[in-house]
């Protein structure tokens, strides 16, 4: 007699569950391409990153941008910035003195109707130097910040 493999049909029924019990969870929304696309979000990354990073191969880059729904009509926004310290030597031999990623990430809410977003946390990972984490402790009101996005609701369709 064959054994009937029940996982696939256990996640399904999980996720069908999840989805009745609450829909938001089942809506996740890459919108990366679309904020490069259309708003200076990923140049500001990489304007931070001339002014901020360290060594002469340094590069910020915006990596990815989701929307989710959340209560009250509002959106949970999730973005994560990658800004690289590098350090080649050219002479004599070509070598990386440092290479060492600083990953920012930040989550939002965005409210719909007013188009503005409010940021709820910020946190920095391998911040090696303490760079980006000073610079966010001498803007102690980066968290709670309200930011107007133009045309919000072009991101959320």
């Known amino acids: 007699m064959t054994k009937l493999d029940l996982k696939p049909i256990f996640t399904t029924v999980v996720l069908t569950i999840l989805f009745i019990i609450n829909p938001t969870q089942a809506f996740s929304k890459d919108i990366t391409k679309q904020v490069i696309d259309e708003t200076p979000l990923d140049e500001q990354i ?85 760079i980006v984490t000073n610079l966010l402790k001498s803007q102690s009101d980066a968290i709670g910040k309200v930011v107007k996005v133009p045309n919000c609701k072009n991101f959320l369709n």
Do not use: W
């Not at 915006?62 to 800004?83: C, D, F, H, Q, W």
């Not at 030597?89 to 007013?114: C, H, M, W």
């Open 46 to 130: 990489t304007l931070f990153c001339l002014m901020h990073c360290i060594g002469n191969e340094k590069k910020g880059t915006l990596k990815s941008v989701t929307v989710n729904p959340a209560e009250n009509n509002r959106y949970t926004v999730r973005g994560k910035a990658a800004l690289r310290n590098r350090q080649v030597a050219q002479r004599p031999y070509k070598f990386i003195v440092y290479d060492r990623t600083v990953i920012v990430n930040s989550v939002g809410t965005l409210n719909p109707e007013t188009c503005e977003i409010r940021v709820d946390d910020i946190t920095v990972q391998n911040d090696f130097q303490d």
